[in-house]
């Protein structure tokens, strides 16, 4: 379960450890995609730093 109010996000895994890779795997996924935005956005602040100096 995801439950995701402003001001508090919670991710809930299954009682049952039959649920459990499943979970796991979510949680893997999200470890990714939050990696990639990191990256993207590292990259973006590097570009704007660039284009703030003067020249």
Known sequence: ????????????????????????RLLRQIRDSAEELAVFLDKRGAVRDDDARPE
């Open 1 to 24: 379960m995801i439950y995701l109010d402003p001001d508090n996000p919670a991710i809930l895994s299954s009682s049952a450890p039959a649920g459990w890779p499943e979970f796991i």
